[in-house]
């Protein structure tokens, strides 16, 4: 089921502009949100994460922001490269699920230089 | 530490054939996942383990059994292969808890025919 939902499914971008990813989640107890960056043939590999206790967080070029009130928690890149053209997947721990992950749909992001 | 690690990379089945997809981790994780996924589509899991003896279904656990005798191995096993079942597998692990960054293998890429 669509218990989370992620926009845009493609996003293409200059190099240099900012990108930003949304995940919208079901359950309301959810209380850990990991984004997740897939490359060609490779493996999904954790990029950042937040737990319900943050409101933000940043690691150098990316940020995460959750909105516990709405449901929705986004993916922040700036200053965007030619490498960081991928897959992003979101993924939230559902109580409902057992407080497993699930994961959204995926963004193709292609930064064009 | 190798992290997690999956064999074979490729493998090519005929319809109604059985095969193992191996996967196994050397951090000491509790929680073990295997996951599909289609081309161009997300992450769905199929079974997961909590720790050595225990199992459970997933999102999509048709056509699969797992087994888990110890804390590092956790082998998919494929019976009666379909095209339905063509894909990329993941297996992937985490520390004790499913809200907890999840740690994937390389993937076995099958393909069913």
């Known amino acids: 089921g669509e218990n989370v939902e992620q926009h845009p499914s493609t996003l293409s971008v200059q190099e240099g502009d900012s990108a930003v990813i949304k995940c919208t989640y079901s359950d309301s107890a959810s209380n850990y949100f990991p984004w997740y960056k897939q490359e060609l043939g490779k493996r999904p590999q954790l990029i950042i994460d937040i737990r319900s206790n943050v409101g933000e967080k940043k690691d150098q070029r990316i940020a995460v922001t959750l909105n516990k009130t709405a449901k929705h928690f986004s993916l922040h890149i700036t200053e965007t490269q030619p490498e960081d053209s991928a897959v992003y997947f979101c993924?939230?721990?559902?109580?409902?699920?057992?407080?497993?992950?699930?994961f959204g749909a995926g963004t193709i992001l292609r930064v064009k230089s | 530490n190798a992290g997690v690690t999956q064999t074979p990379k490729f493998r090519i089945l005929k319809i109604g054939q059985s095969m193992t997809l191996q996967c196994a981790q050397d951090?000491?994780?509790?929680?073990m996942y295997w996951y599909r996924q289609d081309p161009g589509m997300g992450l769905k899991l199929i079974y997961y383990?909590?720790?050595?003896?225990?199992?459970d279904k997933g999102e999509v656990p048709n056509g699969y059994n797992v087994s888990r005798s110890t804390t590092e191995d956790f082998p998919l096993r494929l019976e009666l292969a379909a095209p339905s079942q063509t894909s990329v597998y993941f297996c992937?692990?985490?520390?004790?808890?499913?809200?907890?960054?999840?740690?994937f293998g390389d993937g076995t890429r099958l393909s069913i025919l």
């Open positions: 951090m000491n994780h509790n929680y």
């Open positions: 992937a692990s985490s520390y004790n808890r499913g809200n907890q960054p999840q740690h």
């Open positions: 383990s909590v720790g050595a003896g225990i199992t």
């Open positions: 993924a939230a721990a559902l109580m409902e699920y057992g407080n497993k992950l699930v």
